[in-house]
């Protein structure tokens, strides 16, 4: 059981990081910076619960805010550069944001104990949970509904003007500049969004591990969050979802047993994904039989009735 | 006098940066892509060679061929599986994503190789030489002209042979390259190869200064490589020369000046200023400053 849920905690933080990715590739940009603002939201949260003892929910209210803050800062000089030059800027700035994590040292004596990040030893009394009597289900619950809550958020976004306008960005900047979109403003908002999103992530990440330090938040991570909404498919919010599950689920989890020749077939996956499904495992022929099916089955039941 | 050791030591390493960045911006060039399974193919390189070594016994000399030849195959290898099924535009992120996952795969592969952290890269023993009070290690005298002799090679098979005619062809236009009569698939495969044998110069060349290889050395020669090409300039095969130098030369200052840990945060910050002053690098040829190009997705 306690098997099961850690896998559900992994899944839940990685969607999380892979939403953040997905709002941002909507506008096509594509920004390794996501794993920064994870990294951000991870020790915001961790300092502000650790050393000032704060409760969890404004700790993570305010990680979150201050990744979005550094994504809003961050949005407008990377945005002005694109493609090649926009994944190595984001590059950057995450290695920029981890080097700094990385020579952190801020030990306090907090109830005759020492805490607080250590720089290369790490951040490792994030006890908050334990502290206060969470299970292990609890804390599951907290990352499910904070998911839940982005990804009705972001299904939401599709349905409104506002998400018309991020595709029309992502489909031809120059056909959404002629009809009167502020370019920049979109892509800024979409990166803080993206950013806001990575931070709550970061939060829950570093409170239900108990422990970071600066090598969970290297750029693998990051390829890891645009890989999900890449392989998933960017038509919907739950191809994100259903590559995580993939990913996690059952390539990483899956193929435990195969031990370290895990990666090797991990590869070859993601390659033959990639190859007969370029547009993603979730792409748009298969949205629209999957209506029409529902169609059917709706239509099929009245017709009973 | 130490600023002007530290501009040599620089000088030094900036030469392997160098040959790091070309490999970049060979392929950049040719392809507009990045390969982000680049330094693994590198690090399988390195440790096919130290797998490979004690069989057959051939020294440092062998240790570099086999370094070359196993990441040139790597190379070869990442064209074949990722660049190649997604040559088109559309196919830009996929095949980033793909080479992502063979990034994965040669790691694996790699460390099966290497099972400790650290190895031994047996190095060249050369005496030091000592200019009054300047010194020069005298293998890093030798892998500099090395990577000079290495870029002299790539210039003349670039700019005086019928392949590097097409391979230019190619890299300004591969469409017209194509209608006349330029095997372009094939070419791209020849790219990655000539790429991954710079990229094995390069590993050979930082790996026996150090005298050891980690598996950390695959990202790290992907992130030297990319920065090299970056502050160059991209698309520009002299830019990613003097781009690498600048790296070497920033990166040994800054060290020498606040210390170890701020150096990398001063390189990225350097790349992150280079991006948004003058987002096409310091040399960066005019085809990536048009408009068509620059809405390129990678």
Known sequence: MTYLLGIFQTIGVHTLLGLSAYLLLLTGQLSLAQVGFFAIGAYVSGILTVIFTWHIFPALAIGAFTAGFFAFLVGFPALRVKGLMLVVATISFSEIVRLFFFNLSWRVNVNGLEVGPDSTQGFREIRYFAANGWEQIHIVGLIWFVVMVVMVGLWWLDRVRAGAVLRAVGTDELAAQSSGINLTMVKVAAMTGGGVIAGIGGGLFAHSTTYVDHHTFVILLATFAVSYPIIGGLRSVMGTLLAVIFIQGVIVEGLRFMGDYRNLIFGLLIILVMNLRPQGLLDGHLLEDMKKLLGRLTKGEKADA | ?298
């Open chain 2, 1 to 298: 006098m130490d600023v002007l050791q530290t501009s040599l030591d620089g000088l030094m390493i900036g030469s392997t940066y160098a040959l790091l960045g070309l490999s970049f911006a060979l392929i950049f060039g040719i392809m507009r892509r990045i390969n982000l399974a680049f330094g693994a193919c590198l690090l399988f390189g390195a440790a096919l060679a130290i797998y490979l070594e004690p069989l057959l016994g051939w020294g440092a000399w062998g240790l570099f061929f086999i370094t070359m030849a196993g990441a040139a195959l790597a190379s070869a290898y990442v064209e074949r599986l990722c660049f190649a099924p997604h040559s088109k535009r559309s196919g830009a992120v996929t095949a980033m994503i793909a080479s992502f996952a063979i990034w994965m795969q040669l790691d694996e592969i790699s460390s099966q190789l290497l099972p400790q952290r650290t190895h031994a890269y047996q190095g060249l023993e050369l005496p030091t030489l000592w200019l009054g009070e300047i010194s020069v290690r005298g293998d890093q005298l030798l892998h500099f002209g090395m990577a000079l002799v290495s870029i002299i090679l790539l210039y003349i098979l670039l700019y005086k042979t019928r392949l590097g005619l097409l391979i230019r062809a190619t890299a300004d236009s591969p469409e017209s390259a194509y209608l006349l009569g330029a095997r372009v698939p094939w070419l791209g495969f020849v790219v990655f190869f000539l790429a991954g044998i710079l990229g094995g110069v390069a590993a050979f060349m930082i790996l026996s200064a150090d005298g050891h290889i980690t598996p950390l050395f695959g990202l790290w020669s992907t992130f030297k490589g990319l920065i090299a090409m970056i502050i160059g300039g991209v698309g520009s095969l002299l830019g990613a020369v003097v781009g690498g130098l600048i790296l070497g030369l920033v990166e040994t200052h800054a060290g020498a000046a606040l210390g170890a840990e701020f150096r990398d945060m001063v390189t990225f910050g350097l790349v992150f200023l280079v991006l948004v002053i003058r987002p096409g690098g310091l040399m960066g040829v005019k085809v990536y400053r048009t408009d068509n190009a620059a809405q390129e997705r990678v």
